[in-house]
T-cell receptor
Framework: NAGVMQNPRHLVRRRGQEARLRCSPM?????VYWYRQLPEEGLKFMVY????????ESGMPKERFSAEFPKEGPSILRIQQVVRGDSAAYFC??????????FGSGTQLSVL | GENVEQHPSTLSVQEGDSAVIKCTYS??????FPWYKQELGKGPQLIID?????GEKKDQRIAVTLNKTAKHFSLHITETQPEDSAVYFC???????????FGAGTILRVKS
């Protein structure tokens, strides 16, 4: 059973470009979470999704950030018009309904 | 909303000694408390968790205790080994069960 798969592992973008981060949950998991981690800091919640539904987006910046988890395919975290402050590690986690979250290896976003 | 405080931020121990990391939380409705270990360049890995209906749980050299009245929980690692060196995060479920709120992390260094 493969773990949570995130790609790409590293993503470099110039200011103003778009970043798309992908996450495939573990088999059988219908809940996906996105967290952001700045260097030497903890994990900050961004958004919680179930298939085709956003359940909690209280941690998402109001502009430029969006997330989806379609019926088919991976969950996508999309950042439009990236700025240097968006540089961070973005982690996806998936879970079955019992709350145990399993994390992927993350995507390191660097904005030049 | 839920707030999780974690101490200490760094901890150095001699190989073979015990290490204790403590966390407090604010939301009395929280009922799930996992601990994660994160190694450099990797995603957080679940190492042990506890639910509010028990006060203590042990798995080999790792144990977690929970005091619901005082709203604090602790991670205990006995007979530490160099491979225990990593960043450890505590977390608490928010009252609605929608997400985990993480502490800021503890850098554990085990000196051989």
């Amino acid at each position: 059973n493969a773990g949570v798969m995130q790609n790409p592992r590293h993503l470099v973008r110039r200011r103003g470009q778009e970043a798309r981060l992908r996450c495939s949950p573990m088999k059988g998991h219908s809940h996906v979470y996105w967290y952001r981690q700045l260097p030497e800091e903890g994990l900050k919640f961004m958004v919680y999704l179930q298939k085709e539904n956003i359940i909690d987006e209280s941690g998402m910046p109001k502009e430029r950030f969006s997330a989806e988890f379609p019926k088919e395919g991976p969950s996508i975290l999309r950042i439009q018009q990236v700025v240097r402050g968006d540089s961070a590690a973005y982690f996806c986690a998936s879970s079955p309904p019992d709350e145990k979250l399993f994390f992927g290896s993350g995507t390191q976003l660097s904005v030049l | 909303g839920e707030n999780v405080e974690q101490h200490p931020s760094t901890l150095s121990v001699q190989e073979g000694d015990s290490a204790v990391i403590k966390c407090t939380y604010s939301d009395s409705a929280s009922n799930y408390f996992p601990w994660y270990k994160q190694e450099l360049g990797k995603g957080p890995q679940l190492i042990i968790d506890i639910r509010s209906n028990v006060g203590e749980k042990k798995d080999q050299r790792i144990a977690v205790t929970l005091n619901k009245t005082a709203k604090h929980f602790s991670l205990h690692i006995t007979e530490t080994q160099p491979e225990d060196s990593a960043v450890y995060f505590c977390a608490a479920s928010d009252g609605r069960g929608n997400k985990l709120v993480f502490g800021a992390g503890t850098i554990l260094r085990v000196k051989s």
